[in-house]
């Protein structure tokens, strides 16, 4: 419990920073390896994510500059896109893009026409993610950590590795949460028996190493 606790705590911490844009050293070799951890994704998987969002991502910021503001989200492999395009033809093509890439299964284009979304908009979105983030590290029986949480406006989108039980703890978290209008969910949802399963390899996990050994 002490653990759990502890991890809740820190990755608040984490949440906090971001936001101040003041960075947050490893304590003790703790931090290196807790995202990989907490995750429900494989390693390789979350780096495969983290490459699709910022090569994919900035390839599409280059190719249509200030005619788009898109926003990319990948979570195991199926991407998010949200922000505001010029037209329908920038909103397809964004799509058709993304699901080109080989390293994603699917795409949910939720990108609007309309005019770009002004930097005041856009950290009021920040601010909104990072409300729901906390709300949802301090939700029992809810891995935060399997998640993905976009804001735009007043719509929420949630997507991750989820039972349906905590599918609908994390929906009604979002929901009740100020400010949000409409919450959408793109869950892949697991069986309980494979929740325990990625639960006892999270463990084993940790019980490697977490620091470089010394030289």
Known sequence: MQN?????????????????????????????????????????????????????????????????????????????????????DIKDQAGAYAKANKNVRSVFNELVVRPNSTYTARANDSYLESKIKTQMIFTDKLPSNSMAIVAEGSSVYLMGILTQNEVAIAKKVASNTDGVKDVYAYFDIISEAEKARLEKQGKADESQPNTMPKQ
């Open 4 to 88: 759990a606790l502890t991890t809740k705590l820190f990755a608040a911490i984490l949440i906090s920073s971001s936001l101040t844009g003041c960075g947050v050293l490893a304590v003790g070799g703790v931090v290196a390896g807790a995202s990989v951890m907490a995750d429900r994704r494989t390693p390789a998987v979350q780096a495969i994510d983290k490459g699709v969002e910022l090569e994919a991502g900035n390839a599409l910021a280059k190719r249509y500059g200030d005619d788009a503001h898109i926003n990319m989200a990948s979570f195991n492999q199926k991407v998010l896109l949200t922000g505001e395009v010029k037209d329908a």
